[in-house]
């Protein structure tokens, strides 16, 4: 069968590529094409835009990329139709994928959302849509089915495909040794995210917070698709390393973690590693935002667990001093660091419902072959 997936970012295309090997078990000869990045590509599909050319942040962003966004949203469509394949799957990207989905509904091509849009956190009346131009929702979050279920919604949880990437990875044995750090000395992730937007307002903060922990080693995980440019603050700090591409491998020796919101946040806690989340956006950003977010917390975190087990410090909390009380006690505070990887226990018993990416492509392919009959 051929089969049309649709990724926008960074954790899509990694969970897109572990869905297409696991499709691949049910489904030997699939053939796999569609928008994504460099990790489906490995996986074998093939591309025809990268998620680079779609990622923005936030609804200043969308709004000044709003015509390259339709430009790609229209070519997406115009290869869906030629291509016509036998499933299409959006993956996350709610902004570009839902409306994407109503075109491809009414030409009679089976819609799967995998990882579906964050409808409960904001403008709720999108899960109707949800509902209406999709034919089945796998949803990665344990919560999500109380929520849909409110509007008659049936979505199947599969469990969650961070778990499955963290389960499949190999840590690199020496990998403290290559950065040269002494085996007593303290060390602390920092996880600017992976958007342009975010390190602007973000890496400062975190830069200067490492001038008040000289006897402490920061390591930053460097995204390899943005500009070197954006980590330019950490590169005057002679206790700041910077490492590309290794964020898992950094997770596993770090004392605690310093993360802007995101998938992120969850990883952290599935290392078990003590964290602070730090969010800062801009002023207009900030007020639209709160006037319309639906949920108490911002890290999936403190969702999933449904109370605080970390502290999020958003928008002027997110400064050094705050961020400095907050780090000193995830360092040094044993209790606190007990408290914390105890509920990460809890959280990884919720999450570990088996492959997510294999009950997915299980229950994807059953679906079609029953379409067919």
Request: proline share 5%; glycine share 4%.
């Amino acid at each position: 069968m051929k089969y049309f997936l649709i990724a926008g970012e960074r954790s899509g295309d990694l969970h897109g590529s572990n869905l297409v090997k696991a499709l691949r078990q049910f489904d030997p000869d699939g053939e796999f094409l569609g928008f994504g990045g460099d990790e489906m590509e490995r996986a074998g599909v093939k591309l025809t835009v990268h998620y680079r050319e779609l990622a923005v942040m936030g609804f200043i962003s969308l709004a000044t990329s709003l015509f390259r966004i339709f430009r790609y949203l229209k070519q997406c469509q115009a290869e869906i139709l030629a291509a016509q394949p036998d499933a299409v799957i959006l993956i996350d990207y709610g902004g570009f994928n839902l409306r994407l989905a109503p075109t491809i509904k009414a030409q009679g091509i089976p819609v799967y959302y995998y990882i579906s849009p964050k409808v409960w956190a904001w403008n709720q009346s999108r899960t109707l849509k949800l509902k209406k131009y999709t034919d089945k929702v796998f949803s990665i979050l344990p919560f999500e089915n109380d929520f849909f279920h409110r509007f008659d919604f049936a979505v199947d949880y599969v469990g969650n495909p961070v778990l499955d990437a963290i389960k499949s990875f190999h840590p690199n044995a020496e990998f403290r040794k290559s950065l040269n750090v002494n085996a007593d000395k303290r060390l602390v992730a920092l996880l600017p995210g992976s958007r342009a937007m975010e390190l602007k307002r973000i890496v400062p903060l975190m830069a200067t917070l490492a001038d008040g922990f000289p006897e402490i080693q920061f390591v930053v995980a460097v995204v390899n698709n943005l500009s070197p440019d954006l980590y330019e603050p950490f590169k005057s700090r002679k206790n700041v390393i910077l490492v590309q591409d290794a964020t898992y491998d950094l997770l596993t020796v770090a004392d605690a973690a310093i993360v802007t919101s995101g998938t992120a946040t969850l990883e952290t806690g599935i290392f078990k590693v003590p964290q602070v989340v730090v969010y800062k956006t801009s002023p207009l950003e900030y007020q639209l935002v709160k006037a319309l977010i639906k949920v108490e917390f911002i890290s999936l975190v403190n969702l999933i667990a449904a109370k605080p087990v970390i502290q999020e410090l958003i928008q002027r909390d997110a400064n050094p001093e705050s961020v400095r009380v907050e780090l000193q006690k995830l360092l040094f505070d044993e209790s606190y660091r007990a408290m914390m990887k105890a509920e990460y226990e809890n959280l990884y018993r919720i999450l570990d419902t088996g492959s997510a990416s294999r009950n997915t492509a299980r229950l994807l392919v059953n679906d079609l072959r029953q379409r067919k009959k």
